[in-house]
Every structure is written in structure tokens, then in C-alpha cells.
């Protein structure tokens, strides 16, 4: 089974995840957070990743610490529960549009981490969230979950849409990513043997 559980407590925030890469999109999602929640409600729902995240954090500060923290354990349990990383398509790519706002994430499972972020939004802030915490959440998800992850937003002008269609070309793309591929469900998907290091 690919499914696994990531805990991690700081001065800051105690924060819990388990994943399960064969699911059907079934969350359970309580950061203090609620437009965080309802984001790590899209990327389950439409990943098909089932999802349980429980945070308590310091948001009597401010809200980067559970977010940050968010990405890393979310990643690190997706990192955990690929092991190997035997089988997998490796690759994902998705466009998904919000109402008048267009997204793409294209990325690659190779356990070589990288973030390129071509995203602008018009606010500082989302509600009482600080929109520059967006790309704090996919910095530390691609780190901790050992993705090469390009994401871009074509265009938009809600900065709500524009952070939902993110979070939707995530789902796909990873959902693609992570899915097994019958013809090599034994087989490491790269020439090397192996995902990950330099080349």
C-alpha cells in the first residue's frame, strides 16, 4: 500500500499527515487556516490522493509557519508513501482553468527537487492570508516531496481563481505523476536505475 503518515512538531507548529497515493480524494483537513484548508481540499479531491492533515500552529503571529510546515509534511508523506518510487509515470502535466483565470503545472517525480514559480497576484493578501505564502507552500511541497515543479499562471484577475486553478493543475498533474504504469509497475522509471541525485 502507498500510504503514509508524517509528524512533525516544532517550537511553532505541531502538524500531522497521512496520505494515500491509491485513493478516491477523501480529506480531513484542520489547519486554523481556511483558505489553506479549502486548498488542500482541492489538491485531494481532484489528485484522488486521500489526505488527513491536522495543524496546530502559531497563528497568533502570523500564518507562514503552517503553511510552510503544511508543504513540508504533506511533501514528506508523499515522499514516503512513492518509496522507491518503482512503476510511477513519473511525469505530470495539467492546465486548469477558474473561471477567468489559467494555470499549468508540469512536473517530474524524480526525487530532484526544484521550484520555478511564474505566478503574480494583484493582492498582498487572500482574506487573512499573505498570497507570498502561496509560493512558500509549493517551495517546501516540492522540497520535502522530491519534485521538479514548474508552475505558471497565464493570466487572471481574481486572486482567488487564479490560487485555486494552481492547486487544481497540481492535483492532475501529480495525480498523473504518481499513478502506477502497468507495462512497468517493477521497473524504476529512469536509466539510471534510480530517482534522484545530479544528473
Do not use: C
Amino acid at each position: 500500500m502507498r500510504r503514509a503518515t508524517v509528524e512533525r512538531k516544532t517550537t511553532e507548529t505541531r502538524i500531522s499527515a497521512t496520505v494515500d497515493l491509491d485513493g478516491t480524494g477523501r480529506y480531513d483537513i484542520a489547519t486554523g487556516i481556511g483558505f489553506l484548508d479549502h486548498m488542500m481540499e482541492q489538491l485531494s479531491r481532484h489528485s484522488l490522493i486521500d489526505l488527513t492533515l491536522k495543524a496546530d500552529g502559531d497563528l497568533h503571529i502570523d500564518f507562514h509557519h503552517t503553511t510552510e510546515d503544511a508543504g513540508i509534511v504533506i511533501g514528506e508523506a508523499v515522499n514516503k508513501a512513492l518509496g522507491a518510487r518503482k512503476g510511477i509515470a513519473r511525469y505530470g502535466t495539467a492546465i486548469a482553468p477558474m473561471d477567468e483565470a489559467l494555470s499549468r503545472v508540469a512536473l517530474d517525480a524524480s526525487n530532484r527537487p526544484y521550484l520555478v514559480w511564474k505566478v503574480t497576484f494583484a493582492r498582498d493578501k487572500l482574506g487573512e492570508m499573505d498570497t507570498e505564502l502561496f509560493k512558500e507552500w509549493f517551495q517546501a511541497f516540492a522540497q520535502a516531496a522530491g519534485l521538479t515543479l514548474h508552475v505558471e499562471n497565464f493570466y487572471g484577475d481574481n486572486n482567488h481563481h487564479i490560487a485555486e486553478s494552481l492547486y487544481k493543475a497540481l492535483a492532475r498533474a501529480l495525480r498523473q505523476a504518481v499513478e502506477i504504469d502497468p507495462r512497468k509497475a517493477d521497473a524504476v522509471p529512469s536509466t539510471k536505475g534510480v530517482l534522484g541525485g545530479s544528473l
